[in-house]
């Protein structure tokens, strides 16, 4: 199997009656209109909502099933004393939801701790032994952030231990909920929650915002301050944005003011952790995915994820930075590990003579750290557009991650091939498993027969999803800086990607090695165009091209550049 270089150029069809109305009615630019209109945006009303995310517009916690539950008992443990345990996941997800959780109940009153798995020892969410383990520190409410769907087992043991399990979850259930205190999912079949993307953070800060009413309700708060949501939208917007949900509805506004927050966030854990990220000035989604959130994860990944909960709720910028620096070189560990485990991956999918024929890839190394094979997972998929799960071994287990591609629900394959895995979990773009040794290769055979009966020859090539054809007249530093109305930019609302037809290509230059750099000569101007990890490909003279609209400050000047995507030949 063969690296995928080809990608399919397909051109958005838009009403067209649509983007007039936009164009008239919001006085808008025929491109943002139609960019608009290719996301959904097709009314005025939904525009200005679009356009203008308010706080106001966030949905009614209530409507979460569950939620009066759960907020009924949090009040009595707050009357009470009743200690409560927040027990998270490992990624930053989860370490975000507990320091949400942890922050607002130490504000609140409520007699409060935390626990978070070792990814090595006790694996993914609720389990059994950690059920125990909280309850023998004396835990009368356990409150579950982003995992515990599925934990039908652990809610069985947390009622016979006298806990009350309130379960705060945004992964897809399995056949039957757990017999929990109260279940608190948008997935859930009876939950009439509107919009059913928020990642697990979004899931416990509307936890938050109920509670807080509550709270106000009874007076709780007349000899004390209240506590301001406004000042944890900085650990939402992380969450959000590392878990990769799709960046529409209440996630785009929590992700929208989250990142503003993070900008100017007083929290010395985001100041120390930006610091040794070196993110300065604007935080857009790709800082947080690729500059803070690796680094926050790093712990988790490779040992324990309580460090990155202790930065987030530091209160000393000296212990913060001493913590951001350990999770720093943590990162640069993980990161080596990374590279070896692909380099690996790599190899096992050139020896294998029939992995060509194949719709998935499924791998298994008794070699591999089992805290960084997601991430490896994820460059697979970019590299051979294939549905992939990396399985690490260890005495006769496997513990493995997955990532999906467009068109291939992971957890419902992973559903399909129950029989042959001893735990799964997950949704529709990435999964974790446990299995057993002794099935993997007919779980590598069943898995392969579901993708092969969904993905057709077309789903197994990317396909560069462009939003308009850009006349060379058009393309302005005018129109890339109106794009900034739409951020931010992410899964679910990509960057606009446009195309442009017969440039001609006035020089050419490799920037580090691997990178491309063009200047394009465009309707009477030169543009530079940067084509990230394009060195290797040739040049024609006269080429098609699917390019993003960046603006670029450099020393005080600020002009338009291009993003390749991808270029071709015209003709």
């Known amino acids: 199997?063969?690296?995928?270089?080809?990608?399919?150029?397909?051109?958005?069809?838009?009403?067209?009656?649509?983007?007039?109305?936009?164009?008239?009615?919001?006085?808008?630019?025929?491109?943002?209109?139609?960019?608009?209109?290719?996301?959904?945006?097709?009314?005025?009303?939904?525009?200005?909502?679009?356009?203008?995310?308010?706080?106001?517009?966030?949905?009614?916690?209530?409507?979460?099933?569950?939620?009066?539950?759960?907020?009924?008992?949090?009040?009595?443990?707050?009357?009470?004393?009743?200690?409560?345990?927040?027990?998270?996941?490992?990624?930053?997800?989860?370490?975000?939801?507990?320091?949400?959780?942890?922050?607002?109940?130490?504000?609140?009153?409520?007699?409060?701790?935390?626990?978070?798995?070792?990814?090595?020892?006790?694996?993914?969410?609720?389990?059994?032994?950690?059920?125990?383990?909280?309850?023998?520190?004396?835990?009368?409410?356990?409150?579950?952030?982003?995992?515990?769907?599925?934990?039908?087992?652990?809610?069985?043991?947390?009622?016979?231990?006298?806990?009350?399990?309130?379960?705060?979850?945004?992964?897809?259930?399995?056949?039957?909920?757990?017999?929990?205190?109260?279940?608190?999912?948008?997935?859930?079949?009876?939950?009439?929650?509107?919009?059913?993307?928020?990642?697990?953070?979004?899931?416990?800060?509307?936890?938050?915002m109920a509670l807080r009413r509550r709270l106000r309700e009874d007076g709780a708060f007349k000899d004390s301050p209240e506590p301001d949501l406004r000042e944890y939208f900085d650990l939402v917007a992380l969450g959000t944005i590392a878990d990769v949900v799709s960046l529409q509805d209440e996630n785009r506004t929590l992700a929208r003011f989250g990142l503003k927050a993070i900008e100017t966030s007083t929290r010395a854990g985001i100041i120390a952790l930006k610091e040794v990220s070196a993110v300065a000035g604007e935080v857009s989604c790709s800082s947080v995915g690729f500059r803070l959130a690796p680094r926050l994860n790093a712990a988790g990944r490779l040992e324990d994820a309580a460090l990155g909960v202790e930065l987030l709720l530091s209160d000393d910028i000296h212990a913060a930075r001493r913590i951001a620096a350990e999770l720093d070189a943590g990162n640069s560990e993980r990161q080596a590990i990374e590279k070896e485990i692909l380099r690996s991956a790599v190899a096992m999918i050139g020896d294998s003579s029939g992995m060509s024929s194949r719709s998935s890839i499924v791998l298994a190394s008794e070699e591999w750290h089992p805290g960084v094979i997601g991430i490896v997972a994820s460059r697979i998929v970019d590299l051979y557009h294939r549905p992939t799960i990396l399985i690490a071994l260890q005495e006769g287990v496997g513990r493995g991650s997955g990532r999906s591609i467009p068109g291939f629900h992971l957890y419902r394959a992973l559903h399909a091939s129950a029989d042959h895995l001893v735990k799964f979990g997950g949704h529709r773009q990435a999964a974790g498993l446990s299995i057993d040794e002794s099935t993997l290769s007919s779980f590598v055979e069943r898995f392969d027969q579901v993708a092969a009966g969904e993905l057709s020859e077309d789903d197994l090539v990317p396909e560069l999803l462009i939003d308009a054809v850009l006349a060379p007249e058009d393309l302005t530093l005018d129109l890339a800086q109106s794009l900034a109305a739409l951020y931010p930019f992410g899964m679910g609302n990509p960057e606009p990607l446009f195309l442009l037809r017969d440039l001609r290509v006035s020089a050419t230059k490799v920037l580090k090695g691997s990178h491309l750099k063009l200047v394009l000569e465009v309707a009477g101007q030169r543009i530079d165009a940067v084509g990230f990890g394009m060195a290797g490909r040739s040049v024609p003279e006269r080429l098609d091209i699917a390019a993003q609209l960046q603006v670029n400050v450099w020393n005080g000047r600020t002009c338009l550049q291009l993003r390749l995507k991808d270029f071709r030949e015209s003709g």
């Open 1 to 208: 199997m063969q690296p995928v270089t080809k990608k399919r150029w397909t051109i958005r069809t838009a009403d067209e009656d649509a983007i007039g109305l936009l164009v008239r009615e919001k006085s808008l630019s025929p491109y943002i209109a139609r960019v608009l209109v290719n996301r959904g945006i097709t009314s005025s009303e939904s525009a200005t909502a679009y356009l203008s995310p308010s706080l106001s517009a966030l949905h009614e916690p209530m409507l979460l099933a569950g939620m009066d539950r759960a907020v009924e008992r949090l009040v009595a443990a707050r009357s009470n004393g009743d200690p409560v345990c927040v027990y998270g996941d490992y990624d930053v997800d989860g370490i975000t939801s507990v320091a949400l959780l942890i922050s607002f109940f130490r504000a609140a009153g409520i007699s409060c701790f935390y626990h978070i798995p070792r990814r090595l020892e006790e694996g993914y969410g609720l389990s059994c032994d950690g059920i125990s383990f909280v309850a023998s520190h004396g835990a009368k409410v356990v409150v579950s952030v982003d995992c515990g769907t599925t934990a039908v087992d652990e809610a069985r043991l947390a009622a016979t231990l006298g806990i009350d399990l309130i379960i705060t979850d945004h992964h897809t259930p399995g056949d039957a909920l757990p017999e929990a205190y109260a279940v608190i999912n948008p997935q859930r079949p009876d939950c009439s929650f509107p919009f059913k993307g928020i990642a697990g953070v979004g899931v416990a800060f509307n936890l938050l």
